[in-house]
């Protein structure tokens, strides 16, 4: 199975910080690549599929980048709103599999 | 809209199987593969496999194999899961969710959560 590792695992930021979470893949994925955002007892989001394609609806200060086997997820500008859990995954082999994910939380 | 609205928490013993429904909405049911994914409680996600809602056809994670069963009825646009030989570690929510256009699970159910204690 392909394995992802995220980090960092947990992260404290403050409103209006630029924010980078990095996940790496255990081989070459190409850009089949996704970023999902958690709240507590909510089903995860779709932000970035494709490694850098922006879901419709999702804010702009939400971006990706990355291929082959590291990716970027990157907040520009933290907002109140944004303190959740972020799951990377990748969908280029079965099983697809996910990092372990980072909480972002408020400093 | 799309949605995805699926059955209620379940609270099972060892050894038992339980069987999780998802009901689509909102668009044609088969024109988009079908997917599980879990999450045991505080943890992270788990995919458990595919579903060719149009046919019928799954593929299940190796680690599920033998114990999970994936199921479409296109006629009502609703989707199964069942799990067997149910284990404690098998506590978790279970979601359904639709995979888009450009691959990624671009729509989730709400969640089932399956509580497995004896």
């Known amino acids: 199975d392909i394995q992802l590792t995220q980090s960092p695992s947990f992260l404290s930021a403050s409103v209006g910080d630029r924010v980078t979470i990095t996940c790496r893949a255990s081989q070459d994925i190409s850009s089949y690549f996704a970023w999902y955002q958690q709240k507590p007892g909510r089903a995860p989001k779709l932000l970035i599929s494709a490694a850098s394609i922006l879901q419709s609806g999702v804010p702009s200060r939400f971006s990706g980048s990355g291929s082959g086997t590291e990716f970027t997820l990157t907040i520009s500008r933290l907002q109140s709103e944004d303190f959740a859990t972020y799951f990377c995954?990748?969908?280029?082999?079965?099983?697809?599999?996910f990092g372990q994910g980072t909480k972002v939380e408020i400093k | 809209q799309v949605q995805l609205v699926q059955s209620g928490a379940e609270v099972k013993k060892p050894g038992a199987s339980v069987k999780i429904s998802c009901r689509a909405s909102g668009y044609t049911f088969t024109k988009n593969y079908m997917h599980w994914v879990r999450q045991a409680p505080g943890l992270g996600l788990e995919w458990l496999g595919i579903?060719?809602?149009?046919?019928?056809?799954?593929y299940y994670a190796q680690n599920f194999e033998g114990r999970v069963t994936m199921t479409s009825d296109t006629s009502t646009s609703t989707l199964y899961i069942e799990l067997s030989s149910l284990r404690s570690e098998d506590t978790a929510v279970y979601y359904c969710a639709r995979e888009g256009p450009i691959i990624a699970l671009e729509y989730w159910g709400q969640g089932t959560l399956v509580t497995v204690s004896s």
């Open positions: 579903i060719n809602p149009s046919g019928g056809s799954a």
């Open positions: 995954q990748q969908l280029n082999t079965y099983p697809w599999t």
